[in-house]
Protein backbone atom coordinates (compact mmCIF):
# COMPACT_ATOMS: atom_id res chain seq x y z
CA UNK A 1 0.00 0.00 0.00
CA UNK A 2 1.24 3.14 -1.15
CA UNK A 3 -0.37 5.59 1.81
CA UNK A 4 2.31 6.88 4.13
CA UNK A 5 1.24 10.04 5.84
CA UNK A 6 4.53 11.16 7.50
CA UNK A 7 6.77 10.85 3.76
CA UNK A 8 4.01 12.01 1.37
CA UNK A 9 0.85 13.41 2.93
CA UNK A 10 -0.77 15.12 -0.09
CA UNK A 11 -0.70 12.20 -1.49
CA UNK A 12 -1.50 10.18 1.02
CA UNK A 13 -4.46 12.19 1.68
CA UNK A 14 -5.72 12.58 -2.13
CA UNK A 15 -5.90 9.17 -2.54
CA UNK A 16 -8.23 8.62 0.85
CA UNK A 17 -10.43 11.63 -0.58
CA UNK A 18 -10.62 9.90 -3.82
CA UNK A 19 -12.23 6.98 -2.25
CA UNK A 20 -14.55 8.91 -0.43
CA UNK A 21 -15.41 10.91 -3.30
CA UNK A 22 -16.30 7.80 -5.10
CA UNK A 23 -18.06 6.03 -2.71
CA UNK A 24 -20.37 9.21 -2.31
CA UNK A 25 -20.98 9.11 -5.77
CA UNK A 26 -21.76 5.40 -5.81
CA UNK A 27 -23.94 5.60 -2.66
CA UNK A 28 -26.06 8.59 -4.55
CA UNK A 29 -26.20 7.12 -7.67
CA UNK A 30 -27.33 3.17 -6.29
CA UNK A 31 -30.13 4.97 -3.89
CA UNK A 32 -33.09 5.02 -6.02
CA UNK A 33 -35.47 6.55 -3.83
CA UNK A 34 -33.55 9.88 -4.38
CA UNK A 35 -34.93 12.63 -6.94
CA UNK A 36 -32.42 12.60 -9.00
CA UNK A 37 -32.89 11.48 -12.40
CA UNK A 38 -31.72 8.49 -14.26
CA UNK A 39 -29.16 10.47 -16.29
CA UNK A 40 -27.78 12.03 -13.22
CA UNK A 41 -28.04 8.75 -11.56
CA UNK A 42 -25.75 7.18 -14.25
CA UNK A 43 -23.18 9.80 -14.45
CA UNK A 44 -22.97 9.58 -10.88
CA UNK A 45 -21.89 5.78 -11.01
CA UNK A 46 -19.77 5.90 -13.77
CA UNK A 47 -17.67 8.97 -12.11
CA UNK A 48 -17.91 7.14 -8.67
CA UNK A 49 -16.12 4.04 -10.55
CA UNK A 50 -13.83 6.72 -12.54
CA UNK A 51 -12.81 8.37 -8.84
CA UNK A 52 -12.45 4.92 -6.50
CA UNK A 53 -10.82 3.30 -9.44
CA UNK A 54 -7.64 5.87 -9.51
CA UNK A 55 -7.87 5.68 -6.12
CA UNK A 56 -7.21 2.14 -6.21
CA UNK A 57 -4.65 2.34 -8.59
CA UNK A 58 -3.02 4.67 -7.03
CA UNK A 59 -2.82 3.39 -3.43
CA UNK A 60 -2.14 0.08 -4.73
CA UNK A 61 -0.29 -0.23 -7.77
CA UNK A 62 1.20 2.95 -8.66
CA UNK A 63 5.21 2.97 -8.16
CA UNK A 64 5.98 6.50 -7.96
CA UNK A 65 6.60 9.07 -10.67
CA UNK A 66 3.88 11.44 -11.63
CA UNK A 67 0.13 11.47 -11.42
CA UNK A 68 -2.56 13.73 -12.13
CA UNK A 69 -4.77 15.71 -9.54
CA UNK A 70 -8.44 16.06 -10.54
CA UNK A 71 -9.50 18.48 -8.47
CA UNK A 72 -12.92 17.47 -10.47
CA UNK A 73 -12.60 14.78 -7.50
CA UNK A 74 -13.42 17.14 -5.02
CA UNK A 75 -15.80 19.79 -6.64
CA UNK A 76 -18.38 16.92 -8.25
CA UNK A 77 -19.52 14.87 -5.39
CA UNK A 78 -20.46 18.45 -3.90
CA UNK A 79 -22.20 19.32 -6.91
CA UNK A 80 -24.02 16.12 -7.22
CA UNK A 81 -25.20 16.44 -3.49
CA UNK A 82 -26.49 19.64 -4.16
CA UNK A 83 -28.07 18.35 -6.90
CA UNK A 84 -29.28 15.42 -4.92
CA UNK A 85 -31.24 17.75 -2.18
CA UNK A 86 -32.42 20.34 -4.47
CA UNK A 87 -34.21 17.81 -6.67
CA UNK A 88 -35.29 15.91 -3.83
CA UNK A 89 -36.85 18.66 -2.02
CA UNK A 90 -38.40 19.95 -5.94
CA UNK A 91 -40.16 16.29 -5.66
CA UNK A 92 -41.61 16.91 -2.44
CA UNK A 93 -43.04 20.12 -3.24
CA UNK A 94 -44.69 18.89 -6.55
CA UNK A 95 -45.99 15.91 -5.02
CA UNK A 96 -50.03 15.90 -5.37
CA UNK A 97 -51.43 17.11 -1.80
CA UNK A 98 -54.95 15.11 -0.38
CA UNK A 99 -57.81 16.67 -0.11
CA UNK A 100 -59.40 18.17 3.47
CA UNK A 101 -62.06 16.17 3.24
CA UNK A 102 -62.61 12.10 3.34
CA UNK A 103 -61.93 10.57 -0.35
CA UNK A 104 -65.03 9.94 -2.29
CA UNK A 105 -64.97 6.46 -4.15
CA UNK A 106 -65.02 6.71 -7.92
CA UNK A 107 -68.65 6.07 -9.12
CA UNK A 108 -70.32 7.05 -5.62
CA UNK A 109 -73.63 9.14 -6.13
CA UNK A 110 -73.48 12.66 -5.67
CA UNK A 111 -76.21 14.64 -3.46
CA UNK A 112 -78.89 16.58 -5.57
CA UNK A 113 -80.76 19.12 -4.83
CA UNK A 114 -84.31 19.27 -4.06
CA UNK A 115 -86.49 20.27 -6.66
CA UNK A 116 -87.50 23.85 -6.58
CA UNK A 117 -91.46 25.04 -7.64
CA UNK A 118 -91.75 27.03 -10.87
CA UNK A 119 -91.38 30.51 -10.63
CA UNK A 120 -89.25 30.04 -7.46
CA UNK A 121 -85.44 32.16 -7.48
CA UNK A 122 -82.92 29.79 -8.75
CA UNK A 123 -79.16 29.87 -7.32
CA UNK A 124 -76.73 31.58 -10.04
CA UNK A 125 -75.61 29.22 -12.59
CA UNK A 126 -78.23 26.81 -11.90
CA UNK A 127 -80.97 25.29 -14.99
CA UNK A 128 -83.79 27.73 -15.46
CA UNK A 129 -87.29 25.51 -15.96
CA UNK A 130 -88.49 25.90 -19.50
CA UNK A 131 -92.24 27.62 -19.70
CA UNK A 132 -94.72 25.34 -21.62
CA UNK A 133 -94.87 25.77 -25.71
CA UNK A 134 -97.53 28.44 -26.67
CA UNK A 135 -99.60 28.51 -29.68
CA UNK A 136 -99.73 31.04 -32.21
CA UNK A 137 -103.36 31.57 -31.75
CA UNK A 138 -105.11 31.34 -28.66
CA UNK A 139 -108.26 28.89 -28.39
CA UNK A 140 -111.46 30.61 -29.13
CA UNK A 141 -110.03 33.55 -31.41
CA UNK A 142 -109.73 32.92 -34.84
CA UNK A 143 -108.34 36.09 -36.92
Known amino acids: MNLDFSAEPLFSWYVVLLFISGAAM ?31 YLGFIFHGGTYIVFFKAFILPVMIIINFFRSLSRRKATAPRQPMGAPQPMGAPQPMAAPQPVGAPQPMGAPQPMAAPQSESAPGRNY
Open 26 to 56: LILGAINSNGLSKGWRAFSMIAGVGFMGYGI
